[in-house]
């Protein structure tokens, strides 16, 4: 499986307002099915990385939900049958779970501000109908184990599955930022979370999985933390195989060398994925491997 990182956002589909340019997302799709991988499409809608002609300009709420409706079905006719799952909706609520103020909630919004996630539900409504075989999923961060976020997440999804919103999955990035955010809680509030959301019908993917370590003065990390990275790679692997309804398991990433996580964090984070700057396999990887050839089906490509 691949998934662009910003080929098939706004900002790089969108470079005017009468424009869509579907050539980044088009080579991905291109690398895909040269090597028999499934697309996951990332994302239709988020408050970032959206281009300055649309965020800039004043726009009224008739007019930001036309161009909303029209971009989600152009994206979705352009790739459908190419792209299996869409991330729809990406990071719309706050650490607290509430709705997050946003060009598409209220500023001005599409027509749904002060109205909780109903604007949410109208754009998985638009999607479902764009491309009715498309897997839709909500992508969320730091909502992984169980807190204010992921109740949200929880009740979201409860109330649209109860009232026939076309949801099909949730997505959860797992972004661990530090060893000690992630062995405090994998596997077991991850593994409760997954249960908990695969129990009302639902999908879960792990969409953004990397793992971040301090980087020593030289540039390197320590042995002692590559190995206690492993460990947490090899318990998220294990979340997802113990609930059949976790499909996925997607690193963001396969490499240090280009991992966000070093930019991010000005230099003082990195190592966070399978693969090293080189190219070569790390404990992480080989920990995930070990777990994937215990479990009961493996479900990961590199």
Avoid at 143 to 154: C, V
Avoid at 182 to 195: E, L, R, T
Avoid at 198 to 220: C, M, R, W
């Amino acid at each position: 499986m691949v998934e662009p990182e910003d080929a098939m956002k706004w900002r790089g589909l969108r470079p005017d307002a009468s424009t869509f340019d579907f050539r980044q997302g088009d080579e991905v799709v291109r690398f895909a099915r040269a090597h028999q991988m499934k697309v996951r499409g990332h994302c239709l809608v988020w408050d970032h990385d959206n281009p300055d002609w649309l965020t800039k300009n004043q726009v009224t709420t008739r007019h930001l939900s036309r161009v909303l409706h029209e971009h989600i079905t152009r994206v979705m006719k352009h790739y459908k049958n190419q792209v299996f799952a869409w991330d729809v909706i990406n990071e719309a609520l706050d650490e607290n779970g509430n709705v997050r103020d946003s060009i598409w909630y209220n500023q001005p919004g599409i027509g749904f501000s002060r109205r909780g996630t109903a604007y949410i539900e109208q754009v998985f409504r638009w999607a479902h109908k764009a491309d009715p075989h498309a897997l839709l999923f909500y992508n969320e961060a730091e909502g992984e184990g169980m807190n204010h976020k992921s109740d949200a997440i929880y009740a979201m999804v409860k109330d649209f599955k109860h009232r026939g919103v076309p949801i099909d999955g949730v997505g959860l990035q797992m972004h661990v930022p530090t060893l000690e955010a992630g062995i405090a809680s994998i596997p077991a509030d991850v593994s409760a979370n997954i249960a908990r959301l695969t129990a009302l019908g639902v999908q879960v993917h792990i969409t953004e999985l990397d793992v971040s370590l301090p980087v020593e003065t030289n540039g390197s990390a320590r042995a002692s933390d590559l190995a206690r990275q492993a460990e947490v790679y090899r318990g998220i692997v294990r979340a997802c195989l113990n609930n059949s309804g976790c499909t996925a398991i997607q690193t963001w990433g396969f490499t240090d060398k280009y991992s966000w996580i070093g930019s991010h964090s000005r230099g003082s984070r990195g190592h966070a994925l399978p693969f090293d700057r080189a190219y070569q396999p790390k404990a992480a990887y080989h920990a995930m491997w070990q777990e994937l050839a215990a479990g009961r089906s493996p479900r990961i490509d590199h």
